[in-house]
């Protein structure tokens, strides 16, 4: 019998859906794997309320009453607030927090009948690239245990690269599922921002949070993602279009398909990786699109735009959690003042704290005007360059996700040498456009390198399916860590 851990989301449902296995029986495989597994990927697992749920959709798929999804397994990170798994965002300022609700996209998900394996581990209030910064130890990456998975989505990745979920979702407010995704050798896709519903995920940068989902192959991808779009009144940027099959155009190919090649971005990263890059446009060129050279000046200021309007928001999100309403509560203290910095000292780790003093410096009376208000114009301008280039050159943009494989997590540890690696990631956010990451191939150190593509403003279904057709013909996506 195959080990039912390896199959991508749309086998697993064949085999659910011929009666081959139960739902039961798949949750049970990951179960046993996950606690079989040293990567730290997840931080919270509740077998109880996964086998109930897989029981349901067991009897869902006997009553004949099954969708694609109904009894396949998904790991949801531990940004998205659960009624059954703690929700700690990785922070001690969290810690065991029972939300009362679930959050949109997991309430979406279990309607479609997907079984919840737990949390994935991530940084810090999805603050980092690596996921150093979780506060309950970092997770691994399963191709090589001294590289960094990536961040903040890296247990996500994680677990998705080591088969230890068929698919995960993943949260993306400047790259956190784009760079883990390439990471780990994955497949992973930021939808438009407002797309998916934000209520229920703890939130970071209200303006640029944005859920998505890593898995195999973008058919998966296309098929959970398919689910987890749609207006939802509870959240005040959601867009007002109704739900959409993602699948029905994955085959759409990419003949006559123009793709934006900005070739300075191509010059700046290992030659390895350019290289794979540039077999990639070249399998795409065979498929019927054409290149077009495009220029992204603007864009080159993302990192310092991002990094002054993400902690901004940040600094304002985070004032919720005071040891009163939300989170920690110092044991001891003085007077009340005295007990919320108390208890937010010892909650936050070094990131969050970071990121509030610098969004706090920002927004700061004299400073505000010079950084944030200039900053808000940088960022449209960035997202005028992205529609005029989208309006008059090509269909989508392909580029590095950024300049290298996975670092090891003793190499880079430098705040600010962290968030300049996020160059590739931030401009699309900043934009909100859909992006995807998508494996492209190997470093000579057996890492894997990604495809990163950009797309208009809720052309999902066109990014979906112009990665389906590079998967067709390769098979960087169906890579596995020896192991695993
Ligand atoms: N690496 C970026 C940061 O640290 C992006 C994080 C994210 O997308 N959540 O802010």
Redesign the pocket.
């Known amino acids: 019998m195959t080990d039912i851990t390896r199959l991508t989301v749309a086998e697993t449902h064949r085999l659910l859906s011929d009666k081959k296995v139960s739902a039961v029986e798949v949750a049970q495989a990951y179960l046993n794997k996950i606690q079989g597994s040293d990567l730290n990927a997840y931080l919270s697992v509740n077998a109880d309320a996964t086998l109930e749920q897989a029981r349901h959709a067991d009897q869902l798929i006997a009553e004949g009453k099954a969708g694609t999804l109904t009894g396949i397994p998904i790991a949801h990170k531990d940004i998205f607030v659960t009624r059954e798994w703690p929700s700690t965002a990785a922070s001690k300022m969290l810690e065991g927090y029972m939300s009362p609700f679930d959050a949109t996209v997991v309430e979406q998900l279990k309607s479609a009948g997907m079984v919840c394996l737990g949390k994935t581990n991530c940084?810090e209030f999805?603050?980092?690239?690596t996921n150093a910064n979780s506060a309950y130890g970092k997770t691994l990456n399963p191709w090589n245990k001294d590289v960094v998975p990536g961040?903040?989505s890296g247990g996500s990745a994680s677990c998705v690269a080591a088969r230890l979920a068929p698919v995960a979702t993943a949260?993306?407010?400047?790259?956190?599922i784009r760079?883990p995704a390439a990471f780990c050798g994955v497949t992973g896709i930021k939808p438009t921002y407002g797309r998916p519903s934000r209520w229920g995920m703890i939130a970071?940068a209200s303006s640029l949070d944005t859920a998505g989902v890593i898995a195999q192959t973008a058919e998966d991808c296309a098929l959970v993602l398919s689910k987890m779009i749609g207006f939802d009144h509870r959240d005040s940027t959601s867009i007002e279009l109704p739900s959409e099959d993602l699948t029905a155009s994955l085959n759409n190919g990419v003949n006559g398909l123009r793709i934006g090649v900005p070739r300075a971005w191509l010059d700046k990263v290992n030659p390895e990786l350019k290289k794979s890059i540039e077999e990639a446009l070249n399998e795409y060129q065979k498929l019927g699109a054409k290149l077009v050279d495009i220029e992204l000046p603007t864009a080159d200021l993302g990192v310092p735009v991002y990094y002054i309007i993400?902690p901004a928001e940040a600094s304002s999100n985070l004032s919720r959690f005071d040891g009163v309403r939300y989170g920690h509560r110092a044991e001891k203290y003085d007077d009340l003042l005295d007990m919320i910095k108390r208890s937010r000292d010892e909650g936050f780790g070094a990131e969050p704290k970071r990121r509030i003093l610098i969004g706090t410096y920002v927004l700061s009376h004299g400073y505000y005007d010079a950084y944030y208000i200039k900053a808000q114009r940088v960022r449209r301008l960035i997202a005028e360059e992205f529609d005029r280039t989208f309006a008059n050159l090509c269909d989508v943009i392909a580029t590095p996700v950024s300049t290298d494989a996975a670092f090891g997590y003793e190499d880079n540890k430098d705040p600010l040498s962290l968030?300049l690696s996020?160059l590739y990631t931030v401009p699309g956010?900043l934009a909100g456009l859909p992006s995807m990451s998508i494996p492209c191939g190997m470093s000579s150190k057996g890492l894997p390198f990604g495809l990163q593509l950009i797309a208009p403003k809720c052309a999902e279904s066109r990014i979906l399916s112009v990665a389906h057709a590079f998967q067709k013909e390769t098979d960087w996506h169906t890579k596995a860590p020896i192991g695993y």
């Open positions: 940084d999805a603050m980092g690239s961040g903040s949260t993306d407010t400047g790259g956190s760079q970071f993400a968030y996020d956010s």
